[in-house]
């Protein structure tokens, strides 16, 4: 049986409450495709790799999508009313401001995909931890891999350089190069 149209300006207004902290978002369908519905502000210091692509639409207010460009931090402005589609495999951590909503797309993974979390170092740049697992529920693994990440000193310190990882984001000095939309 096909499901109803969602109507988001009378889902927010009766589910905002579901967007919570440190993800924020809320998975309204998840068949052949997840369609989540994301919430700022967010406070994730993680970095995304999926092997699928990802669909943007900044329903309200603006997003930055933090990525790494072959190497190099970039960082991706998503206003209001754009959409974005972020190749596979590509790390990303979506930087949520207050009072915004956004809408996210992703493709079911593959047979045997696995979905990974990545934190780099703002010391040295390094990766400081990578856990990978398969996606089942995107928004209830995340969060409990953040939370297991932000419980484990060890897994939070770089062996490069000895820097503790933050749990929540901190305006970086590390140069991030800005891309803007076309």
Same mark, same amino acid.
């Given at each position: 049986?096909?499901?109803?149209?969602?109507?988001?300006?009378?889902?927010?207004?009766?589910?905002?409450?579901?967007?919570?902290?440190?993800?924020?978002?809320?998975?309204?369908?998840?068949?052949?495709?997840?369609?989540?519905?994301?919430?700022?502000?967010?406070?994730?210091?993680?970095?995304?790799?999926?092997?699928?692509?990802?669909?943007?639409?900044?329903?309200?207010?603006?997003?930055?999508?933090?990525?790494?460009?072959?190497?190099?931090?970039?960082?991706?402005?998503?206003?209001? !009313?754009?959409?974005?589609? %972020?190749? =596979?495999?590509?790390?990303?951590? @979506? $930087? /949520?401001?207050?009072?915004?909503?956004?809408?996210?797309?992703?493709?079911?993974?593959?047979?045997?995909?696995?979905?990974?979390?990545?934190?780099?170092?703002?010391?040295?740049?390094?990766?400081?931890?990578?856990?990978?697992?398969?996606?089942?529920?995107?928004?209830?693994?995340?969060?409990?891999?953040?939370?297991?990440?932000?419980?484990?000193?060890?897994?939070?310190?770089?062996?490069?350089? !000895?820097?503790?990882?933050? %749990?929540? =984001?901190?305006?970086?000095?590390? @140069? $991030? /190069?800005?891309?803007?939309?076309?």
């Amino acid at each position: 049986m096909l499901s109803k149209p969602l109507n988001i300006p009378k889902w927010l207004e009766e589910n905002s409450h579901l967007l919570k902290p440190p993800i924020n978002n809320y998975c309204v369908y998840n068949t052949d495709m997840t369609v989540m519905i994301v919430g700022g502000p967010n406070a994730r210091t993680d970095y995304h790799i999926n092997s699928t692509s990802e669909f943007f639409y900044q329903y309200r207010g603006a997003m930055l999508l933090q990525v790494m460009d072959e190497g190099v931090p970039s960082a991706i402005p998503i206003h209001e !009313g754009d959409t974005f589609l %972020l190749p =596979p495999n590509v790390p990303h951590n @979506p $930087v /949520r401001f207050a009072d915004t909503v956004g809408i996210v797309v992703e493709m079911q993974r593959p047979a045997g995909a696995l979905d990974r979390l990545r934190w780099y170092c703002r010391g040295c740049g390094g990766v400081v931890h990578e856990v990978a697992f398969r996606c089942v529920d995107l928004g209830v693994q995340v969060k409990e891999e953040v939370e297991k990440f932000a419980a484990d000193l060890g897994a939070r310190t770089c062996v490069g350089c !000895g820097v503790v990882a933050d %749990l929540v =984001p901190v305006e970086s000095k590390a @140069p $991030v /190069r800005a891309v803007e939309a076309g």
